[in-house]
């Protein structure tokens, strides 16, 4: 058995993509400049933190935003954080699971599969390690 990989640290976010069942890219999460860190401890914490980064928006536009944090376990494969802070209370203690996989020095977060205009989505994060010390 080979050791997960080592998920502690900070992160910043490089890549966002919305698919369809088909691979079809559909939408931009945060947009065409996201922007976005997670920090994850050695003590099992972690904070996330998103936006679309552009300094302004096209009329009509809301500003994609995310952030929440809690206790989190990592068995290799799944990410699951229990939400103990965050700015949609829906998530308040709500498990957060997130599929892990690693391409290179990437991590790729993928949330449970969503529904966006009557079709099923799924979401892909990509992040980069910045510092192997968490915040």
């Known amino acids: 058995m080979t050791a997960s990989p080592d998920i502690v ?12 069942p088909g691979g079809t890219q559909v939408a931009v ?6 922007m976005g860190i ?10 996330a933190v998103l936006v679309d980064g552009r300094s302004t ?9 995310s952030s929440y944090c809690g206790n989190y376990t990592f068995d ?13 209370p829906e998530r308040l203690t709500v498990p957060q699971v997130r599929k892990v996989r690693f391409q290179g020095e ?10 966006m205009n009557g079709v099923t989505v799924t979401r892909e994060l990509t992040w980069e390690k ?3 010390v968490s915040l």
């Open 9 to 20: 640290g900070v992160w910043k976010l490089v890549a966002a993509t919305t698919t369809d």
């Open 29 to 34: 999460p945060y947009g065409p400049r996201g």
């Open 38 to 47: 997670v920090s994850l401890t050695s003590d099992g914490r972690m904070m």
């Open 57 to 65: 928006l096209p009329d009509g536009a809301k500003r994609d935003y």
């Open 76 to 88: 290799g494969r799944t990410l699951v954080t229990t939400v103990d802070a965050t700015a949609n």
């Open 106 to 115: 990437r991590m790729i977060l993928q949330p449970p599969p969503g529904e």
């Open 130 to 132: 910045i510092s192997p």
